[in-house]
């Protein structure tokens, strides 16, 4: 008889309850059995992922959970068993050796960026006198950690490259390098931390990827962007790839893919 009463007293409630709070309900119960798939990806990826993320949405896709960070660290995330649906990262070695371990389907390069360096204005920075000044013992130099993070690797394959037009600048760059980003995954909540090392002043200029030098000088205007000449320039390759029999993240990389995702990522600097 009990339950009878607990039945009705229910059925009452739900009478009395306004239907968007049914729903919200509904809603907490489902989601407390359904989990949303996973993207992993690189951190340079966040504003053109928002975009896209909402484009996929709009077109009928479904929501993603996802995280950013630096691609090295990301990778060894799956290695240890994160079960990414999609992993979008700065380097296409990361999503080939994954999908060669057979823990990620076939991989695919969607994007291309270049390095550009962001430096104040007193620094000075030219072409013609880019390694000289690089180079300077009173020039602090900012870069990403190289193996956690592919900017890291690619701005060490452009001191490489320095090298063989300046030899000596290798070590040189690499000595004075300070490793101010990629070491771990940022606060989603801060800064970038590329922002933050000239606020703070911690350097006078900065190697990054130029789709990052695009949003440093937006939130900081008075500093200047210079790409690295073609000569010394690292084109890096953005690889993607989503796990085997996960519907959700091949859907999500066709998107990627395709003309209205390419769109979005040409927006924001990407080749």
């Known amino acids: 008889m009990g339950r009878h009463i607990m039945k009705g007293a229910l059925g009452a409630?739900?009478?009395?309850?306004?239907?968007?709070?049914?729903?919200?309900d509904s809603a907490a119960a489902s989601g407390a059995t359904a989990q949303a798939p996973l993207l992993l990806a690189a951190?340079?990826?966040?504003?053109?992922?928002?975009?896209?993320?909402?484009?996929y949405r709009a077109g009928g896709g479904g929501a993603f959970e996802v995280r950013y960070g630096p691609s090295g660290k990301l990778r060894q995330e799956i290695e240890r068993g994160a079960g990414a649906d999609v992993f979008a990262s700065a380097s296409s070695e990361h999503t080939e050796a994954l999908a060669n371990g057979g823990l990620l389907g076939a991989s695919r390069v969607f994007a291309h960026n270049d390095l550009c360096v962001v430096s104040t204005p007193q620094t000075g920075l030219r072409t013609e006198t880019l390694l000289e000044t690089l180079r300077s013992p009173q020039l602090r130099l900012a870069t990403s950690t190289p193996v956690s993070d592919p900017m890291g690797d690619y701005t060490w394959q452009?001191?490489?490259?320095?090298?063989?037009?300046?030899?000596?600048?290798?070590?040189?760059?690499?000595?004075?390098?300070?490793?101010?980003?990629?070491?771990?995954?940022?606060?989603p909540n801060s800064s970038l931390p590329y922002i933050t090392a000239f606020e703070q002043d911690?350097?006078?200029a900065y190697i990054m990827y130029c789709t990052n030098a695009v949003l440093v000088t937006q939130a900081l205007p008075h500093l200047a962007t210079l790409r690295i000449p073609d000569s010394l320039n690292v084109r890096s390759s953005y690889g993607i790839a989503a796990r085997q029999g996960s519907d959700e993240g091949e859907a999500l990389l066709r998107f990627v893919l395709s003309?209205?995702?390419?769109?979005i990522l040409k927006k924001y600097g990407f080749h």
Do not use: H, M, N, T
């Not at 951190?43 to 993320?53: C, K, V, Y």
């Open 13 to 24: 409630l739900a009478l009395l309850l306004p239907p968007a709070a049914l729903e919200q």
């Open 158 to 187: 452009f001191f490489q490259k320095a090298e063989g037009q300046q030899p000596g600048s290798y070590a040189v760059l690499d000595a004075k390098a300070l490793k101010l980003s990629g070491a771990a995954s940022p606060d």
């Open 43 to 55: 951190g340079s990826l966040r504003a053109a992922f928002q975009d896209i993320l909402a484009a």
């Open 202 to 204: 911690r350097a006078d």
């Open 259 to 263: 003309q209205p995702g390419q769109a």
